[in-house]
């Protein structure tokens, strides 16, 4: 049971963002709006389900020096396209969001799962985990930027909501490590307790 939970890890159990703390540059950035929420979540996860498939392809007799290049001159040149479109469908956003644009593409899912966990597993099982972790920075993206959209605007995607009190503070990069550090500490608790709960479980079924 365990092994086929592991796939969805990515989305709950082992959160790139809040349980592994990769990737928070751009949540805590550019998280601010829906708008570069969504700009940034294309991006993400266009250049990295490219980047790791198309990687997962390299020979892994090459030392490991030099796969760590290519992927890296892989996911520059899935950039290069996903960029141009971007520019197409977010051309506002994408000149606000800047170098962290840039830096998704060498994410860390790209330059450090790719070898730790996704390239263990066989392709098909492989794709299934890339996809629940791409899902799970999307999550978190979407809700922290909703939220804080939300405190620091009064806004939802630039429509202007019913927000009776406003924190300006959480629109800014300060205010975005306070919100995202509060959300890892809830996140954190709760999957604590849930593993506690199952753990309790497992135990009184073996007692029986």
Do not use: W
């Amino acid at each position: 049971m365990s092994k086929k939970n592991s796939v969805f890890d990515g989305l709950l159990g082992d959160n790139t963002v809040l349980s592994s703390l990769m990737v928070i540059s751009p949540v805590i950035m550019c998280g601010d709006t829906l708008r570069n929420a969504i700009a940034v979540i294309y991006a993400f996860s266009a250049i990295t389900f490219l980047s790791v498939l198309a990687g997962s392809f390299v020979p892994k007799k090459l030392p490991y020096a030099v796969r760590i290049i290519i992927y890296t001159l892989i996911s520059s040149l899935v950039y290069i396209p996903v960029k141009f479109a971007a520019r197409q469908f977010f051309p506002e956003v994408i000149d606000r969001i800047g170098i962290y644009f840039m830096l998704l593409a060498v994410n860390s899912l790209i330059m450090v799962q790719t070898e730790a966990k996704f390239y263990r597993m066989k392709r098909g099982r492989m794709i299934f985990s890339l996809i629940f972790y791409i899902l799970g920075f999307d999550a978190v993206m979407l809700i922290t930027s909703f939220l804080r959209e939300l405190i620091a605007h009064g806004t939802i995607y630039d429509r202007v909501a019913d927000a009776d009190m406003l924190i300006s503070g959480f629109g800014m990069p300060f205010g975005g490590f306070i919100f995202l550090g509060l959300f890892c500490g809830l996140y954190r608790k709760i999957r604590s307790v849930l593993r506690r709960e199952n753990s309790g479980g497992d135990s009184d079924a073996s007692d029986n």
